[in-house]
């Protein structure tokens, strides 16, 4: 977990082009604002923040515009060597929708400038001043065993910090930001430390609490430096070496986290903190698929490790929407089946009065969430967006950048934890109407009428650089084949269930065509994703089993199956495709499956059922943009006249 926080685990690696995009920024003063709030929303590391810093700094020079930025000032003082810090703060800062602007003082000038009117820091007409002091810089004696030079002593330290803060007030009129104390990791008396008074830790402690204090009666902003550097470990936190060489506070691999601290604080100092909290279902809050696995077959009951998991995150879900944030649900799913685990799992500690919106549906996220915010009457810059599929969240951070969208370990039981350390919920005070800010929202959502909106996701489409692979079944990927054919309820045409045994014979039969299917792009390989047995009766190929998984919905899979569909029979003199739609409990998804892919309809049955055809000689399709590769096919298919119809970009083959 170390690397997690040090490296900023939950935000986008940076693009590759980086510091070219830097470059051209100052090229598109028009945009340059959203570009770099974009560019900074990624992990990046010292050397990547100096490089934006100066574009920026570029950009105000030019006197280009930087909104949506809203311009901050940051004053700092410090007892130890700041020099770093104003470009990773500046940088950082446009990350939390701030065009920030540092103004630092002396080395170790920190009494001085508080109390002269005319200091630099005074004068800097600052929103805000950091006091980003450390141990060293307080007048701490230590006394081990003897509390009343103990208590002499943090009482002098409190007093020094309410005079600087009380300077600053008075001669600035700016916010005072109040650092807690990282204690030392070295220990005198082991564990005896922390309850013996007058030794180093306990003196330490007894300071924060006195800082938390003085922050809450002065009116002063608290950032609790004690706790970040409890959090990634007091013995990495410090660097004896980089203080004697340089008098730096803290390693420098922590400067990303501790620049992150200070500006999500600042950001929410501004009204910038995040409101809303919009989660995916499957996978997200239980594990499995609800609509393939059931009630029964999902991951969350006590007593089940993986299951508890899920539980924690629900857990802490929950006590976000009880200090105040909006819950809502945005889920690729039949509406019924989503609700379900909801209404009737005992164990779940979330459930449906907790959410302000509850969306289950076909639609993409992007448009989803853009329907949430209608309803809600919030921006899009206070959304948090949750899902574990990185399809999904990069598709919500392409289409909607002003939503966050942090990086979702593979490990659940993280979750929480990744969430927690993204810190989009900062608060820099609270109150009473803080607790009911979710009801609020839940009743607008009650009178407001859900809008539906489209999103245009061909652009994103082209961007993923997708790869899809044609292969028929094969001993190799049996397993999964079955595994597929038994599982998938909610895009599955017919829902026929077939054995090992019974795929295996298939495989071999003259007269039965397959597809296993699978897809990749940039964000990694989806793995098999749709399956299909087509079965020759005459000239005509009648589908007996079409299914795909659901986390690749909306990416074009079912016209590029269709195409191939079309191209594999057009070679081998087939005349017509012909489907049946067989209606389930849990199939409505692709009821008009075969209507939108241009099938005309031959009968309706009184259960539901439809049969539909599509004659092979006219069919058009337009195919999404993606690579299409061939294993385990004697010869690849001729291109048919489908192949003209691609608008985007025409499929290649290797």
Not at 285 to 310: N, R
Not at 365 to 393: H, M, Q, T, W, Y
Not at 483 to 495: D, G, P, V
């Amino acid at each position: 977990m170390l690397s997690f926080y040090s490296e900023l685990g939950w935000l986008p690696r940076p693009p590759a082009d980086f510091n070219q995009q830097c470059r051209l920024l100052p090229d598109k003063p028009e945009d340059a604002g959203s570009v770099a709030r974009r560019l900074a929303s990624t992990a990046l590391d010292e050397n990547q923040l100096v490089r934006l810093s100066r574009t920026i700094q570029k950009l105000r020079g030019l006197n280009h515009s930087l909104a949506p930025l809203t311009p901050y000032r940051l004053a700092i003082l410090s007892n130890s060597t700041a020099d770093f810090l104003p470009a990773a703060l500046s940088a950082t800062a446009a990350r939390h929708g701030l065009m920030l602007e540092c103004v630092s003082a002396g080395y170790g000038q920190v009494m001085q400038e508080s109390l002269d009117p005319q200091s630099a820091v005074n004068t800097a007409g600052a929103n805000a001043v950091l006091l980003a002091l450390d141990w060293r810089g307080l007048p701490l004696r230590f006394s081990p065993g003897n509390k009343t030079e103990a208590d002499a002593a943090v009482d002098e330290a409190l007093r020094y910090l309410e005079a600087v803060t009380t300077g600053i007030q008075r001669n600035s009129g700016a916010i005072c930001v109040l650092q807690t104390v990282a204690a030392s990791p070295e220990r005198l008396f082991g564990s005896l430390d922390r309850g013996l008074p007058g030794t180093p830790r306990r003196v330490v402690d007894d300071v924060n609490r006195g800082i938390a204090e003085l922050a809450r009666r002065s009116g002063c902003t608290l950032l609790d430096v004690a706790g970040l550097a409890e959090t990634v470990g007091l013995a990495n936190w410090h660097s004896a070496s980089e203080w004697n060489m340089s008098k730096i506070p803290f390693a420098q691999m922590f400067l990303p986290l501790y620049a992150d601290h200070v500006c999500r604080l600042l950001g929410a100092l501004c009204g910038k903190s995040r409101r809303c909290l919009v989660l995916d279902l499957d996978n997200t809050l239980w594990g499995g698929v609800i609509g393939d696995d059931g009630l029964k077959g999902i991951h969350v009951s006590q007593g089940d490790p993986l299951g508890e998991a899920y539980l924690d995150f629900q857990r802490y879900a929950l006590s976000l929407r009880e200090r105040g944030v909006v819950l809502a649900v945005s889920s690729k799913n039949e509406d019924a089946s989503a609700r379900l685990p909801f209404r009737e799992h005992a164990d779940m500690i979330l459930r449906e009065e907790h959410f302000a919106i509850f969306q289950a549906n076909w639609t993409d996220k992007a448009a989803n969430i853009r329907a949430i915010a209608e309803e809600l009457s919030l921006g899009l810059d206070s959304f948090v967006f949750v899902d574990d599929n990185p399809f999904e969240r990069e598709l919500v951070r392409q289409a909607l950048p002003q939503v966050a969208v942090p990086e979702m370990p593979a490990d659940p039981s993280l979750y929480a934890a990744a969430l927690s350390a993204a810190g989009y919920f900062e608060a820099a005070t609270f109150s009473a109407e803080d607790l009911r800010r979710a009801s609020y929202y839940e009743g607008n959502a009650r009178r407001a009428v859900l809008q539906q909106q489209s999103g245009g996701i061909q652009e994103y489409l082209k961007s993923l650089q997708m790869e899809i692979v044609f292969q028929p079944f094969d001993e190799t990927g049996r397993a999964r084949v079955t595994q597929l054919i038994n599982k998938s309820n909610q895009f599955n045409l017919t829902t026929r269930r077939y054995t090992e045994a019974e795929v295996a014979r298939i495989e071999k039969d003259a007269d039965c065509f397959t597809l296993q299917i699978r897809l990749s792009d940039t964000l990694g390989d989806n793995g098999m994703i749709s399956v299909i047995v087509c079965r020759s009766k005459g000239d005509v190929w009648d589908i007996d089993t079409w299914l795909m998984s659901c986390r690749v919905l909306g990416r074009g899979v079912e016209q590029a199956v269709l195409r191939e569909l079309i191209q594999r029979a057009h070679a081998r003199n087939i005349r017509a495709l012909a489907g049946t739609f067989r209606p389930t409990d849990r199939n409505k998804l692709v009821e008009q499956h075969y209507a939108k892919l241009g099938f005309a309809l031959e009968t309706e049955g009184p259960d539901g059922t439809t049969t539909w055809c599509l004659d092979v000689a006219t069919a058009q399709v337009e195919a999404p943009p993606m690579t299409v590769r061939y294993v385990g096919f004697a010869t690849d298919p001729a291109p048919t006249n489908s192949d003209s119809t691609n608008s985007i970009n025409p499929t290649s083959r290797k």
